[in-house]
Nanobody, 118 residues
């Protein structure tokens, strides 16, 4: 059974850091691109960062230079290191897995709340 389980969210002050983790199980990890999306209240879900199965990365302009996505293929896990957090980063963050060839083959985690506030 395919599972994506996120962890690491929480409340942090502006300028602080958080590291999100997503542990995957139940699918052939190396065939999937992994990504983090976020959704703030009243807004559409947006891509934050993606790491392709071959290791290339891409980021939303709003997080470039502050966030880093990485994957550990041995642990079937993907991470999002978030530094210099600002209130605008407040959202529910979702882990996403999408097959490298069959784009309709896509899965989501349950989401983890990140709140940046003083």
């Amino acid at each position: 059974q395919l599972q994506l389980v996120e962890s690491g969210g929480g409340l942090v002050q502006p300028g602080g850091s958080l590291r999100l983790s997503c542990a995957a199980a139940g699918f052939t990890w190396n065939f999937y691109h992994m990504a983090w999306y976020r959704q703030a209240p009243g807004k559409q879900r947006e891509l934050v960062a993606r790491i392709f199965n071959i290791g290339m990365t891409e980021y939303a302009d709003s997080v470039k230079g502050r966030f880093t996505i990485s994957r550990d293929n041995a642990k079937s896990s993907v991470y999002l290191q978030m530094n210099s957090l600002i209130p605008g980063d407040t959202a529910v963050y979702f882990c996403n897995a999408r097959h490298a060839l069959f784009l309709a083959d896509e899965y989501w985690g349950q989401g983890t709340q990140v709140t940046v506030s003083s």
